[in-house]
T-cell receptor
Framework: GAVVSQHPSWVICKSGTSVKIECRSL??????MFWYRQFPKQSLMLMAT?????????EQGVEKDKFLINHASLTLSTLTVTSAHPEDSSFYIC??????????????FGPGTRLLVL | QKEVEQDPGPLSVPEGAIVSLNCTYS??????FMWYRQYSRKGPELLMY????GNKEDGRFTAQVDKSSKYISLFIRDSQPSDSATYLC???????????FGQGTELSVKP
C-alpha cells in the first residue's frame, strides 16, 4: 500500500518552455500532497503544500507564478514549471499523506522527476 | 542553527557491521519522527516511524527517540551492501506541520 507515482521520471527541455509533472497516489486518497526539490547531495527542500480543491501554499522564496501547482482530485497533483531556465534543473519529488487526516499521518514519496533545462 | 542537524557523512562500513545514524534537533514541539532511505536518483522510502520517545524495532532496523536530549537514532544490524543509500531523518510537530528533514547521511556498506 501507500504507493505514489510520478510522471515523467525524467525530462529534458529547452529554455523558455513549460514542463508539467504529475504526481498520483495509486492506492489511497491523498487530501494533501507536497512538492519538494532536491539538489545533488542535499536534502529535500519543500516548495509547496497542496490540498485538494484549494490553492497551494508556497514556502518562502518559491515563486508561485513560476511553479504552478494544481490538485484537482484526491489522487492527482501536478506541478508545472513555467518558462523553465537552466537554474530550474533539479530533482523534483512529490509526496502524499497516507490517506487520513491529522498530524500522525506520514508522507509517502514518489520516485522523483529529474528535469534538465538546456 | 538548523532545526535538524544530521552528519552528512559519508559513512563507510564493512558488511555485517552495526551502523548508527543520528540526528539532533532544537524544536521541543516535534512529536513524530521518521527515517527515510533514499537510493541514488530515487525518491525517499519510509523506513521507520516513531511517535514521541522510545524504541521501535523492525527486522534489522531499530529507531530510538530521546526527547529529553532531542536526539534520535537509527541502528542497522548486520549491514548489507544493499543498505548503501542516503538516510534522512525527518520530524514534525503535532499540529500537522511540514516535515523537517535532516541533511541526510550517505552510507556505504562494503562487501
Amino acid at each position: 500500500g501507500a504507493v505514489v507515482s510520478q510522471h515523467p521520471s525524467w525530462v529534458i527541455c529547452k529554455s523558455g518552455t513549460s514542463v508539467k509533472i504529475e504526481c498520483r497516489s495509486l492506492d489511497f486518497q491523498a487530501t494533501t500532497m507536497f512538492w519538494y526539490r532536491q539538489f545533488p547531495k542535499q536534502s529535500l527542500m519543500l516548495m509547496a503544500t497542496s490540498n485538494e480543491g484549494s490553492k497551494a501554499t508556497y514556502e518562502q522564496g518559491v515563486e508561485k507564478d513560476k511553479f504552478l501547482i494544481n490538485h484537482a482530485s484526491l489522487t492527482l497533483s501536478t506541478l508545472t514549471v513555467t518558462s523553465a531556465h537552466p537554474e530550474d534543473s533539479s530533482f523534483y519529488i512529490c509526496s502524499a499523506s497516507g490517506g487520513g487526516t491529522g498530524p500522525q499521518e506520514t508522507q509517502y514519496f514518489g520516485p522523483g522527476t529529474r528535469l534538465l533545462v538546456l | 542553527q538548523k532545526e535538524v542537524e544530521q552528519d552528512p557523512g559519508p559513512l563507510s562500513v564493512p558488511e555485517g557491521a552495526i551502523v548508527s545514524l543520528n540526528c539532533t534537533y532544537s524544536n521541543s514541539a516535534f512529536q513524530y519522527f521518521m527515517w527515510y532511505r533514499q537510493y541514488s536518483r530515487k525518491g525517499p522510502e519510509l523506513l521507520m516511524y516513531t511517535y514521541s520517545s522510545g524504541n521501535k524495532e523492525d527486522g534489522r532496523f531499530t529507531a530510538q527517540v530521546d526527547k529529553s536530549s532531542k536526539y534520535i537514532s537509527l541502528f542497522i544490524r548486520d549491514s548489507q551492501p544493499s543498505d548503501s543509500a542516503t538516510y534522512l531523518c525527518a520530524m514534525k510537530d503535532n499540529q500537522g506541520g511540514k516535515l523537517i528533514f535532516g541533511q541526510g547521511t550517505e552510507l556505504s556498506v562494503k562487501p
